[in-house]
Antibody
Framework: EVQLVESGGGLVKPGGSLRLSCAAS????????MNWVRQAPGKGLEWIASISSGSTVIYYADSVKGRFTISRDNARNSLSLQMNSLRVEDTAVYYCAREIAVSRSDYWGQGTLVTVSS | DIQMTQSPSSLSASVGDRVTITCRASQNIITYLHWYQQKPGKAPKLLIY???NLQTGVPSRFSGSGSGTQFTLTISSLQPEDFATYYC?????????FGQGTRVEVK
């Protein structure tokens, strides 16, 4: 089955850290850029980070720059998001997505919920 | 950052209606514009890419048009499974941005 599966979400206190993972199966991801996109409860989609196939080009949204780090392990067909200094406003469902030609995201994971609360 | 503005924010329609959603970019993005559909509790699904290209497997009642700063998603005859929220996204800038979404509800 073709899928991206996120894991690592949960409840964390403000100022804490969490590491999200995204595992790919049934689809090649090593030759493609990958994105993290999040969605706060009842809100729209927000792109937060992207990484090129060789990890040489990385971009972050201003809302997470300096706090979050995107990385990938092509040998394991996986993507990660290290989240530090978490804030209440980081509460959201976090999705990983593959980006293909003309930078469209064709495959998405099911999402993992991160709740930042004291 | 490139701002994406969708209109309307929500609309009410009936099965069989023709539905049009507009997306405006704050600067020229050529045709680096994609449309996604999202249902409650589910991941977004790619419908249209590069402004007017139908993603494989997506019904032909969905179509997209536009270039530059003005884009349109059209559903020619709304079906029950089409009630959802629709988002546009630009990929001209490496700092990707989404529109705020358009919720299509039952009239």
């Amino acid at each position: 089955e073709v899928q991206l599966v996120e894991s690592g979400g949960g409840l964390v206190k403000p100022g804490g850290s969490l590491r999200l993972s995204c595992a790919a199966s049934g689809i090649p991801v090593n030759d493609y850029s990958m994105n993290w996109v999040r969605q706060a409860p009842g809100k729209g989609l927000e792109w937060i980070a992207s990484i090129s196939s060789g990890s040489t080009v990385i971009y972050y949204a201003d809302s997470v720059k300096g706090r979050f780090t995107i990385s990938r392990d092509n040998a394991r067909n996986s993507l990660s998001l290290q989240m530090n200094s978490l804030r209440v406003e980081d509460t959201a469902v976090y999705y990983c997505a593959r980006e293909i030609a003309v930078s469209r995201s064709d495959y998405w994971g099911q999402g993992t919920l991160v709740t930042v609360s004291s | 950052d490139i701002q994406m503005t969708q209109s309307p924010s929500s609309l009410s329609a009936s099965v069989g209606d023709r539905v049009t959603i507009t997306c405006r970019a704050s600067q020229n993005i050529i045709t680096y514009l994609h449309w996604y559909q999202q249902k409650p509790g589910k991941a977004p699904k790619l419908l249209i890419y590069a402004a007017s290209n139908l993603q494989t497997g997506v019904p032909s009642r969905f179509s997209g048009s536009g270039s530059g700063t003005q884009f349109t998603l059209t559903i020619s005859s709304l079906q029950p499974e089409d009630f959802a929220t629709y988002y546009c996204q630009q990929s001209y800038s490496p700092l990707r941005t989404f529109g705020q979404g358009t919720r299509v509800e039952v009239k």
